[in-house]
């Protein structure tokens, strides 16, 4: 009888996991189940030039049916789970409530954006952690340009034309950067607005920007967003945001109309419903194997699980694709090893590298411990990326999206209407309804 294991998450940790259990283990060994709740894996390092427009949204996923030969892949939200029976409870993307069983199940359920409890928080911010995240932010960049434009109050036309983005992790200041330059790049389309000018401000609690990059890289990426007329506001937090403001630890009142959170993850909360140890931040507890503690036949892996970091002792590995896809083939081969193919391995690597995209044509990186700044370290981070996304033809697509980019530049349309169609007889331009799509 074949060995029944399952994988829930299909993203890095998921997708990788299933794609070596396919090499590890002898046809028919094992029937492998990837359960998830849409049907691509999120290249997220290039998730900022999606929200830019650089990159055609589509071109930043990898379809998992794809990339997955030998593998079941099941669409649905997973709901908890009884590792006591080895159960675990989903509803399928059809709304049937499901129960599946498991020899060896594998957790990659990733992370969520981390709310703090500051007042306005959820009302008004969104976020950079989904690919409907990322479209939504450069919608709202050309919608509040547009509407700059028919604004006659000037302050009003201030508010819509600042931008606030809290966080300078990765997602932060690449998010920022990227966003930037795509408003930088357009507002030439809009004469009220480019009169009255763009304000970008960047709020980080901490003292510099990007704790994964050495100080002097740090130092070297707030310098170029400082040249290129951001506010980056270090050792400073966000205390209230309104619909119209946002109310800085230092006293300012920004009025805005766009702020973007982007101040760190946290484990999918579905990972407190599947009866497993977790520690202090929410993260399934588990050894160097990447085994559940106390669960011989439960692993977990990527950014829901505090795996050993063999880099930093005592810590867990940090939030990163490049760990958790490793930790994804690392889960692999210890269940493989488990079913009798092999043997166990620790989880071992060690980051080599770090690439920070700042957007025009220019990143800063760090690569066994040999520091990038500038064009170099953008060619390289745009090599990297290129190299690391699986399968030829989605490769080419990215080679095709940037050649466009460098030659014709950015594209204006603002198609937040897309996959909402209108109920049939709706007046209204383009297929929405035109005053509404302002509104929003
Ligand atoms: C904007 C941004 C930029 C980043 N840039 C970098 C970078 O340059 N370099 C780097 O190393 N890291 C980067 N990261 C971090 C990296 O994306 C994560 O560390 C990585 O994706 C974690 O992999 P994972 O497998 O744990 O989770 P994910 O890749 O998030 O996969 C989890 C999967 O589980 C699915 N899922 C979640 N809940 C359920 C449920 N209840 N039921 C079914 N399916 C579910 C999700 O849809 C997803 O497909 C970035 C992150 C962001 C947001």
Request: aromatic content about 6%; charged content about 25%.
């Amino acid at each position: 009888m074949a060995w029944n294991v399952l994988i829930l998450g299909g993203g890095f940790g998921g997708l990788y996991a299933a794609r070596k259990l396919e090499r590890a283990l002898p046809p028919h060994a094992a029937k492998v189940t990837v359960v998830n709740d849409v049907n691509f894996m999120l290249y997220t390092p290039l998730l900022p030039g999606a929200a830019a427009g650089t990159l055609e949204p589509r071109h930043v996923v990898v379809p998992l049916r794809e990339h997955l030969d030998r593998t079941d892949l099941l669409l649905g939200h997973v709901n908890g789970a009884d590792p006591d029976r080895k159960l675990v409870f989903v509803t399928t993307a059809e709304g049937a409530e499901r129960t599946l069983s498991y020899d060896h199940l594998i957790v990659a359920l990733g992370s969520i954006s981390r709310a703090l409890p500051i007042p306005g928080l959820r009302e008004h911010a969104v976020g950079l952690k989904t690919l409907s995240d990322a479209i939504a932010l450069r919608n709202q960049i050309l919608q509040t340009l547009e509407r700059a434009e028919s604004v006659d109050a000037e302050a009003a036309r201030r508010a819509l034309l600042t931008y606030v983005f809290v966080g300078a992790g990765y997602a932060g200041l690449e998010g920022l950067a990227e966003l930037q330059d795509f408003a930088a790049d357009v507002v030439d389309l809009y004469p009220r607005s480019r009169m009255q000018g763009l304000r970008f401000i960047l709020v980080e609690a901490r003292e510099r920007v990007m704790p994964e990059i050495s100080a002097d890289l740090a130092e070297f990426a707030t310098a170029e967003l400082r040249r290129r007329g951001v506010e980056v506001r270090t050792s400073t937090t966000v205390e209230r945001i309104s619909a119209d403001s946002v109310e800085l630890s230092d006293g300012e009142l920004v009025p805005c109309r766009t702020v973007a959170w982007t101040a760190g993850v946290r484990p999918h909360p579905v990972v407190e419903k599947l009866g497993l140890p977790l520690d202090d931040a929410g993260r399934i507890v588990v050894d160097r194997f990447c085994q559940v503690e106390g669960r011989p036949v439960v692993w977990a892996v990527g950014d829901a699980a505090a795996v050993p970091d063999p880099a930093r002792p005592g810590q867990p590995t940090p939030p990163t694709c490049q760990h958790a896809l490793r930790q994804g083939r690392t889960v692999a081969g210890n269940v493989a090893a488990a079913l009798g193919a092999g043997r166990p391995k620790p989880f071992t690597y060690k980051t080599l590298g770090v690439f920070v995209d700042m957007g025009r044509r220019k990143a800063v990186a760090e690569t066994v411990g040999i520091k990038w700044r500038g064009f170099p370290a953008w060619f390289l981070a745009r090599t990297y990326h290129l190299a690391m996304m699986p399968g030829l033809k989605r490769q080419l697509r990215l080679v095709v999206d940037w050649t466009v980019d460098l030659l014709f530049g950015r594209d204006a349309s603002e198609l937040g209407q897309l996959g909402h169609p209108p109920a049939l007889e709706t007046p209204g331009a383009g297929g929405a309804d035109a005053a509404e799509t302002v509104r929003r």
